[in-house]
């Protein structure tokens, strides 16, 4: 089973900061990599896929790179609605389609 | 407008056993593979169970291999779990969610619906 890490666990930054976000796999997971948001209270929302692609909908500051076993998530401009936990998830080998343990973006 | 409507989670003694159900509209259910996913309170996400768009294809999560079952109903635009023998770590906010299992054009999806979840508590 391939095992995803997060990193850090929480983050704090300044509303109109940058965050970077990061992810790594135990092996190689290609570019079948997924980003999520997830608020409290809600669902989560796919956020990128293919580690790069945005999804519908998904504003261009939200920005995904990696391949292989190393990812980023990088939101350019911090929003007040983009503190939340944000979870890194592995399609390519599966099952199971395994989840990283999430970050915590909160506000600093 | 693409809605996961899920239902059939409640309070169930360990040992006991629960079917969940998911309701699929606003797109072509049998061209799409769904997944489980579940959250324990407070924890992360933790990927299930998952079928490809024509049933024939099925995958578990080590920690429900053997005791949960999932199923499809193309016809009723449906997906299932069958969930057996639960137990206390079982208790959880249930998803049903659209990807991660084989589609009928590819094998590499992501997850990109979800529904608003059921919630799970095995408790005695």
């Known amino acids: 089973e391939i095992v995803m890490t997060q990193s850090p666990a929480t983050l704090s930054v300044s509303p109109g900061e940058r965050a970077t976000l990061s992810c790594r796999a135990s092996?190689?997971?290609?570019?079948?990599l997924a980003w999520y948001q997830q608020k409290p209270g809600q669902a989560p929302r796919l956020l990128i896929y293919?580690?790069?692609t945005r999804a519908t909908g998904i504003p261009a500051r939200f920005s995904g790179s990696g391949s292989g076993t190393e990812f980023t998530l990088t939101i350019s401009s911090l929003q007040s609605e983009d503190f939340a936990v944000y979870y890194c998830?592995?399609?390519?080998?599966?099952?199971?389609?395994?989840f990283g343990q999430g970050t915590r973006l909160e506000i600093k | 407008e693409v809605q996961l409507v899920e239902s059939g989670g409640g309070v169930v003694r360990p040992g006991g056993s629960l079917r969940l159900s998911c309701a699929a509209s606003?797109?072509?259910?049998?061209?799409?593979?769904m997944s489980w996913v579940r959250q324990a309170p407070g924890k992360g996400l933790e990927w299930v169970s998952g079928?490809?768009?024509?049933?024939?294809?099925?995958g578990y999560a080590d920690s429900v291999k053997g005791r949960f079952t999932i199923s499809r109903d193309n016809a009723k635009n449906s997906l299932y779990l069958q969930m057996n023998s639960l137990r206390a770590e079982d208790t959880a906010l249930y998803y049903c969610?659209?990807?991660?299992?084989?589609?009928?054009?590819?094998?590499?999806?992501?997850?990109?619906?979800w529904g608003q979840g059921t919630l799970v508590t095995v408790s005695s």
């Open positions: 969610a659209r990807g991660n299992y084989c589609s009928s054009t590819s094998c590499y999806t992501p997850i990109d619906y």
């Open positions: 606003g797109f072509t259910f049998d061209d799409y593979g």
């Open positions: 079928i490809n768009w024509n049933g024939g294809s099925t």
């Open positions: 092996q190689s997971v290609s570019s079948n």
């Open positions: 293919g580690a790069s």
């Open positions: 998830q592995q399609y390519n080998n599966w099952p199971p389609g395994t």
